[in-house]
């Protein structure tokens, strides 16, 4: 049974880093592309960013990029999301998503909070 | 990278029908046959409904079926039940990344 499960978030000052971790189980976390989709509280379902299987392409939200960094460990089967110079606006519920038809599995979020 | 347009809210009986839109450009959902659906219950993760515009995963009833014409993509939900009260969010891949609606709050009356 394919499993994600997302770790890493808390409370944070603006300016400050966190380091998001999506442990996979289940299925061949090496073959898939893993995408990071963020929900403000009471907002809707905003992409974070993606990388492929093997880690050589990623992608970013414009309002992420240059901020965040996202990578993997394919050995230990683990996605990770650093999010550096934080802000306000990142406050959010951060999933990790697989990607085959559609997101097709999602973990169950980790909260992120920024304030001061 | 701007969001999908979809209706803030939509509502139906039990029975009934209902169709939720989700308007892009023709730089995701006009170019790319790579339309999803996900339903998201209150406190709860996503889950998909739709892929590829109309393909349905294994465990999602009938009821649910996706379509596109131009830059619009629809959900239709028939024979509504009261568990389909939830959030509805479209997503089309745009070449480089993903966008998604705006959300769509689906009442059964």
């Known amino acids: 049974e394919v499993h994600l499960v997302e770790s890493g978030g808390g409370s944070v000052q603006p300016g400050g880093s966190l380091r998001l971790s999506c442990a996979a189980s289940?299925?061949?976390?090496?073959?898939?592309?893993m995408h990071w989709v963020r929900q403000a509280p009471g907002k809707g379902l905003v992409w974070v960013s993606l990388i492929n299987s093997d880690g050589s392409i990623t992608n970013y939200a414009d309002s992420v990029k240059g901020r965040f960094t996202i990578s993997r460990d394919n050995a230990n089967n683990r996605l990770f999301l650093q999010m550096n110079s934080l802000r306000a606006e990142d406050t959010a519920v951060y999933y990790c998503?697989?990607?085959?038809?559609?997101?097709?599995?999602w973990g169950q979020g980790t909260l992120v909070t920024v304030s001061s | 990278q701007s969001a999908l347009t979809q209706p803030r809210s939509v509502s139906g009986s039990p029975g009934q029908s209902v169709a939720i839109s989700c308007t892009g450009t023709?730089?995701?959902?006009?170019?790319?046959?790579?339309v999803s659906w996900y339903q998201q219950h209150p406190g709860k993760a996503p889950e998909v409904m739709i892929y590829?515009?109309?393909k349905r995963p294994s465990g999602v009833p009938d009821r649910f079926s996706g379509s596109k014409s131009g830059n619009t993509a629809s959900l239709t939900i028939s024979g509504l039940q009261a568990e389909d009260e939830a959030d509805y969010y479209c997503?089309?891949?745009?070449?480089?990344?993903?966008?998604f609606g705006g959300g769509t709050k689906l009442t059964v009356l």
């Open positions: 289940g299925f061949s976390f090496n073959n898939y592309r």
């Open positions: 590829d515009v109309s």
């Open positions: 998503a697989r990607d085959q038809d559609g997101l097709g599995y």
């Open positions: 997503c089309s891949y745009a070449g480089t990344h993903l966008v």
């Open positions: 023709s730089s995701d959902v006009g170019a790319y046959n790579y």
